[in-house]
């Protein structure tokens, strides 16, 4: 049987009005306690792909630090690191190169795939496709209700049709490989899927991914590692729960966590590591990252707390993205980050910033989250 390797798209671009684009990489974004290209990590190697390469930017130094070299995870990584920009089917021809195989799974970076590699994969090779496109039936705009085919962000690829790809410029894959593969009488066919695959493109639709891979953690029927199960959730063995906080559907709660009395969880909620949730503070439909707190009293609702951020005591957050540097700082802090500043602009000095980003705080080897 011929070989199959994966290729992961995780190039990153800026989000329009969003404090989230300052702090990660989209397929860096937490979700469910492990960042979002784990699970098409997870995904790929429960369908037997151990080998894959992961094309990415500016963002690729942090998204090898972040994955290593594949051996935590029983895989084998390798990164290609695009600057011109080669464009999506320019990376994967660049990055194919590397992995000697003789058939490419390519994966959009952002999305939480959820389909049958396996029975996309027989498809492929039962039509003898130089290209299978994995797409989803939708109803297409101002046609009068007709449908049309949009890709879910899934295709197979046999490495052989990689040599109509030119090494130079920028290289389209939707818009630019496909109709070239038509032209040259290639064989393009689409293995039609029963929805979308769930992809991250804005702040509602992460919150939207999120619930969905709790959703799923939730009702798979294993255990994780290093949390016990709570109801319809996990929770790490290190987290406080106070006896008489309220749980209802599904919750994530991590290490060294502390809910409070009478503080009322109603799920989709993920919460990171190092957070409080204050006595008789609400929060629902939420994902919490580290060191996060919502003080005693608090109502949060459809929200994102970044690393840092704090919703004060019965405070009203719905529908809001919160940062850090949102909380205005204690007296004492706000001195000490003043004169840290002060420091940073003396000739020599390293700027400073007064808290981490993102990319400081990813500390947990992701072999132990997926």
């Known amino acids: 049987m011929n070989s199959t390797a994966g290729v992961i798209l995780a190039g990153t671009h800026c989000w329009e009005d969003s404090g989230l684009s300052g702090l990660l990489p989209r397929p860096l974004l937490p979700v469910a306690h492990t960042p979002l290209i784990g699970h ?17 930017n500016s963002s690729s130094r942090l998204v090898r630090h972040v994955l290593g070299d594949g051996t935590a ?91 109509h790809v030119p090494e130079t410029g ?49 009702h798979g029927g294993t255990d994780l590692a290093g949390y016990r199960r709570l109801d319809a959730g996990f929770v790490h063995a290190s987290a406080q729960l106070s006896p008489a906080a309220q749980f209802v559907g599904p919750i994530l709660v991590g290490p060294r966590t502390t809910i409070e009395a009478l503080a009322v969880l109603v799920g989709p909620v993920a919460i990171g590591a190092d957070c409080t949730i204050g006595a008789g503070a609400v929060l629902s439909r939420s994902v919490v990252w580290d060191d996060c707190h919502v003080d005693a009293g608090a109502h949060v609702d459809q929200c994102i707390l970044a690393y840092g951020a704090r919703v004060a005591a019965g405070q009203v957050c719905h529908s809001a993205t919160r940062l850090a540097s949102d909380t205005p700082p204690a007296p004492e802090a706000s001195a000490k980050a003043d004169r840290t500043r002060r420091r940073s602009r003396r000739p020599g000095g390293t700027p400073t910033k007064v808290w981490p980003s993102g990319r400081d705080k990813l500390r947990q080897p992701l072999s132990e989250a997926v």
């Open 170 to 218: 920028y290289q389209d894959l939707k818009e630019g490989l496909i109709p070239l593969l038509h032209a040259r009488g290639e064989l393009v066919i689409a293995h039609c899927v029963p929805e979308q695959c769930p992809r991250v493109i804005d702040e509602s639709s992460y919150l939207t991914v999120s619930a969905r891979a709790l959703e799923r953690l939730s």
């Open 40 to 56: 098409t990590l997870s995904w790929l190697r429960h369908g037997a792909v151990c080998s894959v390469g992961i094309c990415a």
């Open 73 to 163: 995870l029983g895989m084998e990584l390798e990164y290609y690191e695009d600057w011109t920009p080669r464009g999506p089917a320019g990376c994967v021809r660049d990055v194919a190169e590397r992995l000697a195989a003789d058939r490419l799974v390519i994966v959009e970076g952002a999305i939480l795939p959820e389909l049958d590699l396996q029975e996309v994969l027989r498809t492929h090779v039962a039509r003898g496709a130089a290209l299978t496109v994995a797409a989803v039936t939708e109803a297409a705009p101002g046609r009068g209700g007709n449908n049309r085919l949009a890709p879910a962000g899934v295709f197979v690829l046999e490495c052989a049709a990689l040599h």
